[in-house]
């Protein structure tokens, strides 16, 4: 499975969500949520920034359930999802993960029929591979 690999910009991402908080990374000077994290704002062009926390509430903005999946350790969970997640704090920030049933059960544990575009979210924290990463539960299931 692939786990991500977290950069300089990215770390403290990381090191919140290992706490089980989703934070995005906000310009100092004038405010404005950036994701990617990454070291200047777009805005402002300030170096300045800090971590918001959000609510972690979003709703699902796309969706894709790979056929066939590409890389053979996600054969065996086939069908899974992946989702695109619009934040409800920050609708012009998205973020990529998997909707399931609970935060340590499988890609494949909420059935494909089940996905719409619009269904709200919740996200959930787990490990792989070391990294602590943010997955989408249904807020209502």
């Known amino acids: 499975m692939l786990s991500p690999v977290p950069d300089d910009d990215g770390a403290p991402f990381w090191q919140y969500?290992?706490?089980g908080e989703l934070r995005v990374q906000?310009?100092?000077e004038c405010g404005e949520l950036r994701f990617p994290p990454r070291p200047c704002?777009?805005?402002c062009h300030s170096f300045a920034s800090d971590w918001r926390r959000m609510?972690?509430?979003g709703r699902v903005w796309s969706y894709v359930?790979?056929?066939p999946p590409l890389l053979p350790a996600y054969a065996e969970q086939a069908p899974y999802n992946a989702i695109v997640v619009e934040l409800a704090d920050a609708p012009r920030i998205r973020l990529v993960g998997n909707l399931v049933t609970a935060p340590d059960a499988p890609l494949n544990s909420v059935p494909v029929q089940?996905?719409?575009i619009g269904a709200r979210v919740q996200a959930v924290f787990t490990e792989v591979d070391g990294v602590c990463v943010p997955r989408w539960v249904l807020e209502r299931p």
């Open 55 to 57: 609510s972690g509430r």
């Open 17 to 19: 969500a290992a706490h």
């Open 65 to 67: 359930v790979p056929h």
């Open 114 to 116: 089940r996905l719409r």
């Open 41 to 43: 704002c777009p805005h």
């Open 26 to 28: 906000a310009c100092a």
